[in-house]
């Protein structure tokens, strides 16, 4: 039997986002650089587009984070991407990175404004605003810089609601921001992956049909981890399908043999979502 695919829309532009970037527009004359935080697991679609006309002309910075999640071979790769465009990219994992070596990173994309205002004789604070979609890691990033839980951080998107300033060093500070996602969404596979990392209010979706668009992202870019983790020797075409497989070889079954899809969804999303399922990047450079 199967489940016709239906089109899995996401859209999810709270009234905070529109104050909060309003905020955030009336900060831009103090701030010097740009540090924009990404999922390493999908650096292209979890950058916001609005971020370009909204920074223009500012110092710009990449870091990839929840890089311990991501496949390491395709975050090389994306940074290397990132420099051929003249950004200076960063892989990190706010779980256990190095916080000093990530530090002297940032200073270093500063290390121009720092100079430039050396020759003007002025030894001014570096001002840099960190900013990208819900539940990247912004806060938790800042806070393992600053080497204490000073910022609000959860496993959620709307966590930070307003702007926050944090000093690193006697030149050097931070302003943490709320997660801005753009008003409309067009691409359906866009969606699909910042609903999939945790970047939209759950509640919003349709948890069986993102399941359903898992397994067929994960069919796509790394179907030998979806064999592997559920003993599945030919994953079916139709997710659907898959996802019935998952729930026999997992045991999750009702009276009559009956697949337990609800269980099978919530566990299949939780284990990706915990990276359980092995290392994961949904896009690479040229594809997307």
């Not at 089109?7 to 009336?26: C, D």
């Not at 030149?171 to 997660?179: A, I, N, T, V, W």
């Not at 659907?240 to 899809?261: H, N, P, S, T, W």
Request: glycine fraction near 8%; proline fraction near 4%.
């Amino acid at each position: 039997m199967n489940k016709k695919q239906k089109q899995l829309t996401v859209q999810w532009y709270p009234g905070h986002m529109t104050k909060a970037k309003r905020a955030l527009q009336e900060q831009l004359k103090m701030i010097d650089m740009v540090i924009e935080v990404v999922d390493a697991r999908a650096p292209k679609s979890t950058r916001n587009p609005d971020f370009d006309r909204l920074f223009a002309g500012k110092a710009r910075m990449l870091i990839l984070n929840k890089a311990d999640l991501a496949d390491p071979a395709a975050t090389k790769r994306w940074v290397a991407h990132f420099a051929a465009q003249g950004i200076y990219a960063v892989a990190y994992s706010a779980i256990g990175g190095n916080a000093r070596a990530l530090q002297k990173q940032i200073e270093q994309a500063a290390a121009e404004i720092y100079e430039k205002y050396k020759k003007k004789g002025v030894n001014k604070t570096v001002r840099t605003c960190v900013c990208g979609i819900p539940n990247v890691g912004k806060s938790a990033i800042l806070n393992r810089l600053i080497g204490e839980k000073r910022l609000k951080e959860g496993n959620k998107p709307g966590v930070t609601r307003g702007l926050t300033w944090v000093r690193l060093s006697p030149y050097l500070e931070c302003m943490d921001s709320p997660g801005l996602l753009w008003p409309k969404i067009h691409d359906e596979r866009t969606g699909a992956v910042i609903a999939l990392i945790g970047s939209v209010r759950q509640e919003i979706l349709d948890e069986e049909e993102l399941a359903y668009y898992l397994i067929r992202l994960l069919s796509e870019v790394c179907p030998d981890l979806l064999r592997d983790r559920y003993g599945i020797e030919e994953i079916p075409e139709d997710a659907y399908e898959a996802l019935q497989e998952i729930c026999r070889k997992r045991g999750f079954l009702m009276r009559g043999g009956v697949a337990d899809v609800e269980r099978g969804c919530k566990t299949l999303l939780e284990e990706f979502r915990n990276g359980k399922l092995g290392t994961i990047t949904f896009e690479l450079p040229g594809e997307v």
